[in-house]
Protein backbone atom coordinates (compact mmCIF):
# COMPACT_ATOMS: atom_id res chain seq x y z
CA UNK A 1 0.00 0.00 0.00
CA UNK A 2 2.39 2.49 1.03
CA UNK A 3 4.95 1.20 -2.21
CA UNK A 4 1.81 2.30 -4.30
CA UNK A 5 1.26 5.51 -2.27
CA UNK A 6 5.12 6.26 -2.78
CA UNK A 7 4.73 5.58 -6.27
CA UNK A 8 1.55 7.39 -7.04
CA UNK A 9 3.74 10.44 -5.53
CA UNK A 10 6.11 10.16 -8.02
CA UNK A 11 3.83 10.08 -10.65
CA UNK A 12 1.83 13.01 -9.46
CA UNK A 13 4.79 15.27 -8.74
CA UNK A 14 6.39 14.63 -12.21
CA UNK A 15 3.33 15.44 -14.13
CA UNK A 16 2.88 18.28 -12.32
CA UNK A 17 6.20 19.73 -12.74
CA UNK A 18 5.41 18.55 -16.47
CA UNK A 19 2.50 20.37 -16.82
CA UNK A 20 4.06 23.63 -14.51
CA UNK A 21 6.42 23.79 -17.25
CA UNK A 22 4.56 24.06 -19.90
CA UNK A 23 1.68 26.53 -18.52
CA UNK A 24 3.50 28.95 -16.32
CA UNK A 25 1.88 31.93 -18.12
CA UNK A 26 -1.23 30.27 -17.57
CA UNK A 27 -0.45 29.79 -14.04
CA UNK A 28 -0.55 33.55 -13.67
CA UNK A 29 -3.55 34.41 -15.07
CA UNK A 30 -5.92 31.36 -12.85
CA UNK A 31 -5.05 33.87 -9.77
CA UNK A 32 -6.87 36.76 -11.35
CA UNK A 33 -10.27 35.15 -12.05
CA UNK A 34 -13.13 37.24 -10.94
CA UNK A 35 -14.99 35.81 -7.64
CA UNK A 36 -17.66 33.68 -8.31
CA UNK A 37 -21.24 34.73 -7.64
CA UNK A 38 -22.32 34.09 -3.98
CA UNK A 39 -25.56 32.18 -3.95
CA UNK A 40 -26.07 31.29 -0.80
CA UNK A 41 -27.52 28.25 0.79
CA UNK A 42 -28.38 27.95 4.41
CA UNK A 43 -27.67 24.37 6.19
CA UNK A 44 -27.98 24.59 9.89
CA UNK A 45 -28.23 21.34 11.85
CA UNK A 46 -32.00 21.65 12.35
CA UNK A 47 -33.53 23.78 9.76
CA UNK A 48 -33.52 22.79 6.24
CA UNK A 49 -34.29 26.21 4.69
CA UNK A 50 -32.51 27.19 1.28
CA UNK A 51 -31.94 30.66 0.13
CA UNK A 52 -30.78 30.88 -3.40
CA UNK A 53 -31.09 34.03 -6.08
CA UNK A 54 -31.96 34.00 -9.51
CA UNK A 55 -34.08 31.40 -9.49
CA UNK A 56 -36.92 32.33 -11.01
CA UNK A 57 -36.11 32.39 -14.54
CA UNK A 58 -34.89 28.76 -14.49
CA UNK A 59 -37.65 26.01 -15.67
CA UNK A 60 -37.11 23.68 -12.70
CA UNK A 61 -39.61 22.23 -11.13
CA UNK A 62 -40.05 23.92 -7.17
CA UNK A 63 -38.11 21.98 -4.66
CA UNK A 64 -40.07 20.35 -1.82
CA UNK A 65 -40.28 23.03 0.02
CA UNK A 66 -42.81 21.93 2.54
CA UNK A 67 -42.14 18.41 3.80
CA UNK A 68 -44.62 16.37 5.21
CA UNK A 69 -44.98 12.88 6.29
CA UNK A 70 -47.35 11.86 3.08
CA UNK A 71 -44.22 12.39 1.24
CA UNK A 72 -42.23 9.41 2.47
CA UNK A 73 -45.38 6.99 1.61
CA UNK A 74 -43.52 5.34 -1.24
CA UNK A 75 -40.50 4.78 1.02
CA UNK A 76 -42.73 3.54 4.01
CA UNK A 77 -44.62 1.43 2.07
CA UNK A 78 -40.95 -0.80 1.00
CA UNK A 79 -39.34 -0.55 4.29
CA UNK A 80 -41.16 -1.89 7.22
CA UNK A 81 -41.85 -0.57 10.42
CA UNK A 82 -40.10 -3.10 12.72
CA UNK A 83 -37.22 -3.43 15.67
CA UNK A 84 -34.52 -3.33 13.38
CA UNK A 85 -32.46 -0.07 14.51
CA UNK A 86 -32.49 1.38 11.29
CA UNK A 87 -36.00 1.13 10.81
CA UNK A 88 -36.72 2.56 13.95
CA UNK A 89 -34.69 5.62 13.41
CA UNK A 90 -36.39 5.94 9.92
CA UNK A 91 -40.27 5.85 11.72
CA UNK A 92 -38.82 8.12 14.45
CA UNK A 93 -37.66 11.03 12.58
CA UNK A 94 -41.16 10.68 10.51
CA UNK A 95 -42.92 10.82 13.15
CA UNK A 96 -41.32 14.08 14.81
CA UNK A 97 -41.65 15.57 11.11
CA UNK A 98 -45.41 14.66 11.58
CA UNK A 99 -45.62 17.10 14.41
CA UNK A 100 -43.69 19.70 12.14
CA UNK A 101 -39.94 19.21 13.23
CA UNK A 102 -37.17 18.26 12.30
CA UNK A 103 -35.67 15.11 14.10
CA UNK A 104 -32.39 15.91 16.16
CA UNK A 105 -29.58 14.59 15.25
CA UNK A 106 -27.74 17.50 16.47
CA UNK A 107 -25.45 15.60 19.02
CA UNK A 108 -23.88 13.27 16.38
CA UNK A 109 -21.32 11.21 17.80
CA UNK A 110 -22.79 8.61 20.27
CA UNK A 111 -19.24 7.94 22.53
CA UNK A 112 -21.22 6.09 24.83
CA UNK A 113 -20.75 2.51 24.24
CA UNK A 114 -23.36 1.36 26.62
CA UNK A 115 -26.06 3.58 25.27
CA UNK A 116 -25.08 2.32 21.50
CA UNK A 117 -25.66 -1.80 22.98
CA UNK A 118 -29.15 -0.45 24.17
CA UNK A 119 -30.28 0.49 21.02
CA UNK A 120 -28.60 -2.48 19.50
CA UNK A 121 -28.08 -5.36 21.59
CA UNK A 122 -25.51 -7.36 19.48
CA UNK A 123 -23.55 -4.00 18.48
CA UNK A 124 -20.47 -5.69 19.70
CA UNK A 125 -20.75 -9.07 16.75
CA UNK A 126 -20.72 -6.16 14.63
CA UNK A 127 -17.69 -5.59 12.05
CA UNK A 128 -15.49 -3.13 13.40
CA UNK A 129 -16.15 -0.52 10.48
CA UNK A 130 -19.82 -0.58 10.73
CA UNK A 131 -19.91 -0.20 14.53
CA UNK A 132 -17.71 2.88 13.48
CA UNK A 133 -20.61 4.15 11.07
CA UNK A 134 -22.87 3.37 13.56
CA UNK A 135 -21.33 5.99 15.84
CA UNK A 136 -20.77 8.22 13.59
CA UNK A 137 -24.14 8.09 11.79
CA UNK A 138 -26.28 10.94 12.99
CA UNK A 139 -23.20 13.40 11.19
CA UNK A 140 -24.59 14.37 8.51
CA UNK A 141 -22.27 17.24 7.29
CA UNK A 142 -18.15 17.79 7.56
CA UNK A 143 -15.38 20.78 7.40
CA UNK A 144 -14.52 21.34 4.02
CA UNK A 145 -10.71 20.88 3.65
CA UNK A 146 -10.74 21.61 -0.37
CA UNK A 147 -13.02 23.46 -1.90
CA UNK A 148 -13.88 24.62 -5.77
CA UNK A 149 -16.02 27.62 -5.37
CA UNK A 150 -15.84 28.82 -8.75
CA UNK A 151 -16.36 25.45 -11.07
CA UNK A 152 -19.57 26.43 -12.63
CA UNK A 153 -19.44 29.59 -12.65
CA UNK A 154 -16.32 32.04 -13.84
CA UNK A 155 -15.68 34.97 -15.49
CA UNK A 156 -15.93 33.53 -19.09
CA UNK A 157 -19.27 31.98 -17.51
CA UNK A 158 -22.48 33.78 -17.54
CA UNK A 159 -26.34 32.30 -16.13
CA UNK A 160 -27.25 30.49 -18.60
CA UNK A 161 -23.84 28.97 -19.56
CA UNK A 162 -23.19 26.97 -16.64
CA UNK A 163 -22.09 22.97 -16.72
CA UNK A 164 -24.57 20.67 -18.89
CA UNK A 165 -23.04 17.97 -17.19
CA UNK A 166 -21.16 17.54 -13.97
CA UNK A 167 -18.89 14.43 -13.22
CA UNK A 168 -18.64 13.99 -9.43
CA UNK A 169 -16.11 11.04 -9.13
CA UNK A 170 -15.92 9.19 -6.10
CA UNK A 171 -12.01 8.71 -5.31
CA UNK A 172 -9.63 8.37 -2.80
CA UNK A 173 -6.53 10.67 -1.89
CA UNK A 174 -3.93 8.14 -3.08
CA UNK A 175 -5.54 7.54 -6.10
CA UNK A 176 -3.60 10.30 -8.83
CA UNK A 177 -3.07 8.05 -11.35
CA UNK A 178 -6.97 7.16 -11.44
CA UNK A 179 -7.67 10.59 -11.57
CA UNK A 180 -5.05 11.58 -14.11
CA UNK A 181 -6.63 9.17 -16.29
CA UNK A 182 -9.92 10.16 -15.74
CA UNK A 183 -8.89 14.14 -16.51
CA UNK A 184 -6.92 13.22 -19.65
CA UNK A 185 -10.12 11.19 -20.96
CA UNK A 186 -13.81 11.21 -20.51
CA UNK A 187 -14.10 13.68 -17.37
CA UNK A 188 -12.05 16.06 -19.53
CA UNK A 189 -13.44 19.37 -18.65
CA UNK A 190 -14.37 21.01 -22.23
CA UNK A 191 -17.28 21.97 -24.68
CA UNK A 192 -18.99 19.41 -26.37
CA UNK A 193 -20.80 20.19 -29.84
CA UNK A 194 -24.05 22.55 -29.22
CA UNK A 195 -22.22 24.17 -26.01
CA UNK A 196 -22.20 21.82 -23.69
CA UNK A 197 -20.29 22.23 -21.38
CA UNK A 198 -19.00 19.00 -19.24
CA UNK A 199 -16.93 20.15 -15.74
CA UNK A 200 -15.54 17.58 -13.33
CA UNK A 201 -14.91 17.38 -9.42
CA UNK A 202 -13.43 14.39 -7.52
CA UNK A 203 -14.77 13.76 -4.09
CA UNK A 204 -12.16 12.85 -1.47
CA UNK A 205 -12.18 12.17 2.17
CA UNK A 206 -8.83 11.91 4.46
CA UNK A 207 -6.33 9.20 4.10
CA UNK A 208 -5.89 7.23 6.94
CA UNK A 209 -3.95 8.80 9.69
CA UNK A 210 -1.30 6.32 9.69
CA UNK A 211 -0.18 6.53 6.13
CA UNK A 212 1.66 8.63 4.34
CA UNK A 213 0.39 12.59 4.55
CA UNK A 214 -0.55 13.24 1.18
CA UNK A 215 -1.72 16.75 2.05
CA UNK A 216 0.70 19.02 0.58
CA UNK A 217 0.40 17.14 -2.96
CA UNK A 218 -3.42 16.80 -2.81
CA UNK A 219 -3.32 20.78 -2.40
CA UNK A 220 -0.84 20.89 -5.28
CA UNK A 221 -3.04 18.69 -7.42
CA UNK A 222 -6.20 20.81 -6.50
CA UNK A 223 -4.20 24.35 -7.30
CA UNK A 224 -3.37 22.95 -10.81
CA UNK A 225 -6.04 21.50 -12.05
CA UNK A 226 -9.24 23.09 -9.46
CA UNK A 227 -10.99 19.63 -9.93
CA UNK A 228 -10.59 17.91 -6.06
CA UNK A 229 -13.21 18.49 -3.40
CA UNK A 230 -12.22 17.16 0.11
CA UNK A 231 -14.15 17.12 3.45
CA UNK A 232 -12.21 16.10 6.52
CA UNK A 233 -14.24 12.55 7.56
CA UNK A 234 -11.93 9.28 6.89
CA UNK A 235 -12.29 7.40 4.01
CA UNK A 236 -14.03 4.15 4.18
CA UNK A 237 -16.81 2.60 2.18
CA UNK A 238 -19.74 3.08 4.74
CA UNK A 239 -18.60 7.08 4.70
CA UNK A 240 -19.27 7.00 1.02
CA UNK A 241 -23.13 8.60 2.42
CA UNK A 242 -21.44 11.29 4.14
CA UNK A 243 -19.33 12.15 0.89
CA UNK A 244 -22.52 11.99 -1.44
CA UNK A 245 -24.35 14.11 1.08
CA UNK A 246 -21.85 16.64 1.34
CA UNK A 247 -20.94 16.78 -2.65
CA UNK A 248 -25.40 17.67 -2.38
CA UNK A 249 -24.21 20.38 -0.19
CA UNK A 250 -22.16 21.63 -2.40
CA UNK A 251 -23.34 21.33 -5.77
CA UNK A 252 -26.37 23.21 -4.41
CA UNK A 253 -24.26 25.92 -3.43
CA UNK A 254 -21.66 25.95 -5.99
CA UNK A 255 -23.26 24.34 -9.38
CA UNK A 256 -27.30 25.28 -8.58
CA UNK A 257 -27.91 25.03 -12.18
CA UNK A 258 -26.09 22.06 -13.41
CA UNK A 259 -28.64 20.11 -15.81
CA UNK A 260 -27.25 16.77 -14.94
CA UNK A 261 -24.96 14.85 -12.48
CA UNK A 262 -23.02 11.76 -13.25
CA UNK A 263 -22.43 10.17 -10.17
CA UNK A 264 -19.14 7.80 -9.78
CA UNK A 265 -15.82 5.47 -9.57
CA UNK A 266 -12.68 6.80 -10.66
CA UNK A 267 -11.97 3.36 -12.51
CA UNK A 268 -14.82 3.62 -14.65
CA UNK A 269 -14.94 4.24 -18.66
CA UNK A 270 -17.27 6.61 -19.37
CA UNK A 271 -18.07 7.57 -23.25
CA UNK A 272 -19.15 10.95 -22.12
CA UNK A 273 -20.13 12.08 -26.49
CA UNK A 274 -22.85 9.29 -26.05
CA UNK A 275 -23.69 9.70 -22.91
CA UNK A 276 -24.27 13.58 -24.11
CA UNK A 277 -26.23 12.21 -27.11
CA UNK A 278 -28.42 10.47 -24.65
CA UNK A 279 -28.97 13.33 -21.98
CA UNK A 280 -29.81 16.00 -25.02
CA UNK A 281 -32.39 13.52 -26.73
CA UNK A 282 -34.50 13.72 -23.48
CA UNK A 283 -38.04 14.90 -23.24
CA UNK A 284 -38.11 18.21 -21.31
CA UNK A 285 -40.43 15.98 -18.40
CA UNK A 286 -38.05 13.04 -18.25
CA UNK A 287 -34.96 15.38 -18.03
CA UNK A 288 -36.52 17.24 -14.71
CA UNK A 289 -36.82 13.85 -13.10
CA UNK A 290 -33.83 11.52 -14.61
CA UNK A 291 -32.24 9.15 -11.86
CA UNK A 292 -30.64 6.54 -14.44
CA UNK A 293 -28.62 3.45 -14.52
CA UNK A 294 -27.66 0.32 -14.19
CA UNK A 295 -30.94 -0.81 -11.42
CA UNK A 296 -30.82 -3.26 -8.89
CA UNK A 297 -34.54 -3.70 -8.44
CA UNK A 298 -35.04 -6.27 -6.02
CA UNK A 299 -32.74 -6.66 -3.89
CA UNK A 300 -31.94 -7.65 -0.31
CA UNK A 301 -29.26 -6.79 2.11
CA UNK A 302 -26.42 -9.45 2.45
CA UNK A 303 -26.77 -11.62 5.67
CA UNK A 304 -22.86 -12.81 4.73
CA UNK A 305 -20.80 -11.09 8.07
CA UNK A 306 -17.43 -11.40 5.99
CA UNK A 307 -19.15 -9.87 3.19
CA UNK A 308 -18.18 -5.86 2.07
CA UNK A 309 -22.10 -4.99 1.90
CA UNK A 310 -23.20 -7.33 4.71
CA UNK A 311 -26.18 -5.94 7.16
CA UNK A 312 -26.55 -7.47 10.18
CA UNK A 313 -30.70 -8.14 10.65
CA UNK A 314 -30.63 -6.11 13.43
CA UNK A 315 -29.32 -3.16 11.77
CA UNK A 316 -31.72 -3.41 8.85
CA UNK A 317 -34.95 -4.78 8.14
CA UNK A 318 -36.40 -5.28 4.94
CA UNK A 319 -35.95 -4.99 1.34
CA UNK A 320 -33.94 -1.97 -0.41
CA UNK A 321 -36.02 -0.07 -2.91
CA UNK A 322 -34.93 -0.44 -6.49
CA UNK A 323 -31.63 1.57 -6.63
CA UNK A 324 -28.94 2.53 -9.29
CA UNK A 325 -25.72 1.19 -9.29
CA UNK A 326 -23.02 3.67 -7.67
CA UNK A 327 -20.18 2.85 -10.19
CA UNK A 328 -22.54 5.86 -12.07
CA UNK A 329 -25.50 6.63 -12.93
CA UNK A 330 -27.13 10.16 -13.44
CA UNK A 331 -29.61 12.59 -11.85
CA UNK A 332 -31.34 15.54 -13.07
CA UNK A 333 -29.97 18.21 -11.53
CA UNK A 334 -33.72 19.37 -10.90
CA UNK A 335 -34.04 16.90 -8.42
CA UNK A 336 -30.95 17.27 -5.76
CA UNK A 337 -32.36 20.10 -3.57
CA UNK A 338 -35.47 18.03 -2.97
CA UNK A 339 -33.37 14.95 -1.95
CA UNK A 340 -30.66 16.49 -0.30
CA UNK A 341 -34.52 17.75 1.60
CA UNK A 342 -35.29 14.00 2.39
CA UNK A 343 -31.85 13.33 3.45
CA UNK A 344 -32.65 15.68 6.37
CA UNK A 345 -35.31 12.63 7.97
CA UNK A 346 -33.73 9.76 6.04
CA UNK A 347 -30.77 7.85 8.36
CA UNK A 348 -27.53 7.59 6.68
CA UNK A 349 -27.88 3.78 5.34
CA UNK A 350 -23.74 2.54 5.05
CA UNK A 351 -24.24 1.62 0.99
CA UNK A 352 -24.27 5.05 -0.66
CA UNK A 353 -26.31 3.63 -3.51
CA UNK A 354 -28.51 1.74 -1.78
CA UNK A 355 -29.25 5.14 0.32
CA UNK A 356 -30.26 7.44 -2.98
CA UNK A 357 -32.77 4.61 -3.63
CA UNK A 358 -33.96 5.52 -0.77
CA UNK A 359 -34.30 8.80 -1.03
CA UNK A 360 -35.57 8.66 -4.80
CA UNK A 361 -38.33 6.51 -3.56
CA UNK A 362 -39.72 9.09 -0.71
CA UNK A 363 -39.61 11.77 -3.70
CA UNK A 364 -41.24 9.22 -6.06
CA UNK A 365 -38.50 8.77 -8.65
CA UNK A 366 -37.86 5.45 -9.70
CA UNK A 367 -34.54 4.44 -11.15
CA UNK A 368 -34.71 4.03 -14.86
CA UNK A 369 -32.80 0.73 -16.37
CA UNK A 370 -30.88 1.93 -19.09
CA UNK A 371 -28.76 -0.94 -21.19
CA UNK A 372 -26.01 1.37 -21.84
CA UNK A 373 -24.91 1.49 -18.24
CA UNK A 374 -22.95 -2.29 -17.61
CA UNK A 375 -22.19 -1.73 -13.66
CA UNK A 376 -21.16 -5.09 -13.66
CA UNK A 377 -19.32 -4.65 -16.94
CA UNK A 378 -19.55 -6.39 -20.34
CA UNK A 379 -18.59 -10.08 -21.30
CA UNK A 380 -15.22 -10.73 -20.68
CA UNK A 381 -13.88 -11.17 -24.31
CA UNK A 382 -15.32 -7.34 -24.90
CA UNK A 383 -13.71 -5.97 -22.61
CA UNK A 384 -10.91 -4.62 -24.49
CA UNK A 385 -12.95 -3.73 -27.53
CA UNK A 386 -13.37 -0.46 -29.17
CA UNK A 387 -16.61 -1.12 -30.74
CA UNK A 388 -18.36 -2.52 -28.49
CA UNK A 389 -17.76 0.58 -25.93
CA UNK A 390 -18.71 3.03 -28.78
CA UNK A 391 -22.69 2.21 -28.21
CA UNK A 392 -22.01 2.13 -24.16
CA UNK A 393 -22.53 4.76 -21.80
CA UNK A 394 -20.42 3.43 -18.44
CA UNK A 395 -18.57 0.33 -18.31
CA UNK A 396 -16.63 -0.88 -14.72
CA UNK A 397 -13.98 -0.89 -14.25
CA UNK A 398 -11.06 -0.19 -16.73
CA UNK A 399 -7.36 0.28 -16.05
CA UNK A 400 -5.86 3.88 -16.31
CA UNK A 401 -3.79 2.29 -19.32
CA UNK A 402 -7.08 0.72 -20.75
CA UNK A 403 -8.78 3.84 -20.65
CA UNK A 404 -6.90 6.03 -22.04
CA UNK A 405 -6.97 3.21 -24.97
CA UNK A 406 -10.78 3.31 -24.92
CA UNK A 407 -11.21 6.80 -25.26
CA UNK A 408 -8.51 7.34 -28.22
CA UNK A 409 -10.68 4.79 -29.93
CA UNK A 410 -13.86 5.66 -29.73
CA UNK A 411 -12.69 9.07 -30.55
CA UNK A 412 -11.10 7.87 -33.71
CA UNK A 413 -12.10 9.00 -37.40
CA UNK A 414 -10.81 6.22 -38.43
CA UNK A 415 -13.25 3.86 -36.49
CA UNK A 416 -15.63 1.68 -38.50
CA UNK A 417 -18.32 -0.05 -36.81
C1 LIG B 1 -28.99 9.45 16.42
O1 LIG B 1 -30.10 10.30 16.66
C2 LIG B 1 -31.28 9.60 17.00
C3 LIG B 1 -32.41 10.61 17.06
O2 LIG B 1 -32.10 11.64 17.95
C4 LIG B 1 -31.07 8.86 18.31
O3 LIG B 1 -32.23 8.14 18.66
C5 LIG B 1 -29.92 7.88 18.12
O4 LIG B 1 -29.64 7.22 19.32
C6 LIG B 1 -28.67 8.62 17.64
N1 LIG B 1 -27.69 7.63 17.33
C7 LIG B 1 -26.43 7.76 17.64
C8 LIG B 1 -25.55 6.64 17.26
O5 LIG B 1 -26.00 8.74 18.23
C1 LIG C 1 -16.15 8.11 8.88
O1 LIG C 1 -15.49 9.30 9.18
C2 LIG C 1 -15.47 9.61 10.55
C3 LIG C 1 -14.89 10.99 10.69
O2 LIG C 1 -13.59 11.06 10.17
C4 LIG C 1 -14.68 8.56 11.29
O3 LIG C 1 -14.63 8.84 12.65
C5 LIG C 1 -15.36 7.23 11.07
O4 LIG C 1 -14.62 6.23 11.68
C6 LIG C 1 -15.51 6.95 9.60
N1 LIG C 1 -16.38 5.81 9.44
C7 LIG C 1 -15.95 4.66 9.01
C8 LIG C 1 -17.00 3.58 8.87
O5 LIG C 1 -14.79 4.43 8.72
Not at 2 to 20: E, M, P, S, Y
Not at 242 to 271: A, I
Amino acid sequence: MRCIQAFGAVVLLLTLFKIFISTLHLVTTYSHKDQPKSLSLQVHDNDVTTQSSEQESFTQPRPVDVLNVSLFEGLTQTIPQNAAYWNRLLYSALRILDQSKLADWSNCRETNQERLQTNVHDVASYPVLLQDFLKGMNCSTSPVLINQPDKCSSSQEDGNNQAFLLFAIKSTPGNFEGRQAVRETWGKERVYQRGLRVRTVFLLGNSPPDGIDLSPMLSLEAKHFRDVLQWDFQESFFNLTLKGNMFLQWTLKECPRVSFVFSGDDDVFVNTPALLRYLKSLQASQASHLYVGHVISTASPIRTPNNKYYIPLSFYDGPYPAYAGGGGFVISGALLQSLYSVSRFIPFFPIDDVYTGMCAKALGVSPEAHPGFQTFDVKEPDRGNVCVHKDLIMVHQRSPVQMKRLWKGINSPLLTC
